[in-house]
């Protein structure tokens, strides 16, 4: 179907996991929305895709992302009420490091701020509840994340989708969107199905805001999903009892995070961040989707380090998108023209999130203040620095 002569009030571009929770949150508010995605809705090609995406209450990236953790909890389960399909487990998460020291004291300042009151399992704890992990030290601890769970990445978004034709939105796959042009009563968006005009466009274009926004600075990244088996048998691999959705600080070694398998015939998952071969830097329209030996080299070695009794060559890998911003926050609002807004930077911490990030950006569309406090992911931060300053040097991205 030809979109010419079309007229909505927000046009949503990419239906990805901010995407497709952005076009559930405004068309439950009665806003007339024209989702447009390029590939189909929930693709392997962006960032939500891969089975499985650990979920945290208690997050390290920055305090204030507690408050966006519930909001997201009570929308994934409000969106699983209306589905089919288990969206999100509840089955505990481990934050796991040396006591007062990186991930662990960045977790306990949110258990601090909000009051929460975790189980923390001490190193004996660890060894005894869960021996699949190795080089545990006498300094390590494990908070354990009693909201923590998993959702279902491709199951998700696919409800997000449906919840949102159902409240009437239009949401058409296999059409890009090329631009936008600004006049006095509003918005002309250009697709590969014709024109439509718009009082507001919202660009969830994961990896691909980098190139649509460049004054963001966002960076696109490829990183390889990997899934593992057991050391002697290839044919086995650990469950989710043996190993709950968990971030393992490895000091100066790096992180790791992962789960065990999901279900039964299921994989392990596992991956690392700050890893020195993953900063591969992609355009979209040249990305290499095969994942070299090169690429998961570090990985294999902390996972030989973590797990000894898994097989650090992953049984299957796949690529998948990840987008950062300078800061590592999510970047959301307007950006220049107060009509345009970007949802992006959704970095390694972005798809527990989505339900949240599509409530905010719902609000911000109809200029209603958000209950939490968004500052620090307000995309103006990334058009001017405050104080003209540059800005901060990008840390490394932690993924889960
Ligand atoms: C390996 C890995 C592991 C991760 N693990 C976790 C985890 O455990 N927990 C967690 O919370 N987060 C995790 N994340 C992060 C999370 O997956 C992402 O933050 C999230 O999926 C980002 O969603 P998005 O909607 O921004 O992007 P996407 O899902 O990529 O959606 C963007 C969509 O826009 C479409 N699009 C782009 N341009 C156009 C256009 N011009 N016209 C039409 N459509 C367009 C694309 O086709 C795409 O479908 C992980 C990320 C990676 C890479």
Known sequence: MNVSDKSVDVVVVGLGAFGSSIAWRLAARGISVFGAEQHTISNSFGSSHGLTRNFRSISQNHTLLYPLALLSRELWFEL????????????????????????IASALAVVAKYGINPRV?????????????????????????????MLFPEKCVTAAA???????ADLQENVEVFGHSLDGSGLVVQTSNGDIRANQIVYATGAWTAELLP???????????????????????PSLADLPPFQRDLGNVGRLWGHGAAQLG???????????????????NNIDRAVHSEDVAHLSKNVAHSF???????????????????????????????RVFVASGGSGQGFKHATGVGEIVADMCQGIKSSIDTG?????????????AAVAQRPTSPIS
Not at 141 to 149: P, R
Not at 268 to 284: E, Q, S
Request: net charge negative.
């Open 80 to 103: 699983e009420g209306n589905s089919s399909n288990t969206l999100l487990t509840q089955t505990n998460a481990l934050i796991m490091g040396q006591k007062d020291k990186g991930l």
């Open 121 to 149: 399992l001490e190193a004996a704890d660890i060894r005894r509840q869960y021996p699949i992990f190795g080089n545990i030290t006498d300094e390590d601890i494990a908070i354990v994340d009693e909201l923590g769970g």
């Open 162 to 168: 449906n919840a949102a034709t159902r409240h009437g």
């Open 215 to 237: 004054r963001l600075k966002l960076k696109s990244l490829r990183i390889p999903q990997c899934w593992f088996t057991y050391q002697h048998d290839s044919d086995a691999t």
């Open 266 to 284: 299921g994989l392990t998952k596992l991956g690392t961040h700050g890893d020195p071969t993953r900063d591969r830097n992609v355009y979209t």
């Open 308 to 338: 000894p009794n898994v097989n650090p060559v992953p049984a299957k890998s796949k690529i998948c998108l990840l987008t950062e911003s300078v800061d590592n926050q999510f970047v959301l609002g307007p950006v220049g023209d107060p």
């Open 376 to 388: 620090f992911m307000h995309a103006q931060r990334m058009i001017e620095p405050p104080n003209g």
